[in-house]
T-cell receptor, first 113, second 114 residues
Framework: EAQVTQNPRYLITVTGKKLTVTCSQN?????MSWYRQDPGLGLRQIYY???????DKGDVPEGYKVSRKEKRNFPLILESPSPNQTSLYFC????????????FGSGTQLSVL | GENVEQHPSTLSVQEGDSAVIKCTYS??????FPWYKQELGKRPQLIID?????GEKKDQRIAVTLNKTAKHFSLHITETQPEDSAVYFC?????????????FGKGTLLTVNP
């Protein structure tokens, strides 16, 4: 089954404790991206990648890191999480290099205490 | 950067009525405009999209119109059904050089009352 898989589904952590949210897709898509969803603010792009070893900042990249060492995986790294990073995070991939027709993962609900 | 305004933020209609959601964008270099539907507790899913060289696109009960001059685009849902109840997001893809950024509107909560 074609899918974008995110883990974990829920995560509670404390301020400053490094964490990684994994994202994997099995559709051989070149484009992958991360979004955060907050009430009243919609979806905001954090980072995107148009190919292996190519990543670019979205609208809200501060406090986040990503890597694209292989085509199928695009982990989101929070080196020192803070409470304002409490949010619902979505990973997405696209068969088009520029991010059209996105397929979203199931989401990761992160709470930073 | 690109800015996408979406209205209304909430919309309530009776089953069978039509629903219209409107978005405006700021950057004339944007050339791709998708609409995503997100049911409660679920992931966003693409329902329809349009490119800047097309004025209108239809898919059964759903249609999108684009006015490039005015920089706005709209989602039209006809003969609404309770299962259309969800949050709808518009988006605009800005492309400039090697830079591609997808900006979403803040969403519209559509409620279809039986």
């Amino acid at each position: 089954e074609a899918q974008v898989t995110q883990n974990p589904r829920y995560l509670i952590t404390v301020t400053g404790k490094k964490l990684t949210v994994t994202c994997s897709q099995n559709m051989n898509h070149e484009y992958m991206s991360w979004y955060r969803q907050d009430p009243g603010l919609g979806l905001r792009q954090i980072y995107y990648s148009m190919n292996v070893e190519v990543t670019d900042k979205g609208d809200v990249p501060e406090g986040y890191k990503v890597s694209r060492k292989e085509k199928r995986n695009f982990p989101l790294i929070l080196e020192s999480p803070s409470p304002n990073q409490t949010s619902l995070y979505f990973c997405a991939s696209s068969p088009r290099r520029v991010g059209e027709k996105l397929f979203f993962g199931s989401g990761t609900q992160l709470s930073v205490l | 950067g690109e800015n996408v305004e979406q209205h209304p933020s909430t919309l309530s209609v009776q089953e069978g009525d039509s629903a219209v959601i409107k978005c405006t964008y700021s950057d004339s270099a944007s050339n791709y405009f998708p609409w995503y539907k997100q049911e409660l507790g679920k992931r966003p899913q693409l329902i329809i999209d349009i490119r800047s060289n097309v004025g209108e696109k239809k898919d059964q009960r759903i249609a999108v119109t684009l006015n490039k001059t005015a920089k706005h685009f709209s989602l039209h849902i006809t003969e609404t059904q309770p299962e259309d109840s969800a949050v709808y997001f518009c988006a605009a893809l800005f492309s400039g050089g090697s830079n591609y950024k997808l900006t979403f509107g803040k969403g519209t909560l559509l409620t279809v009352n039986p």
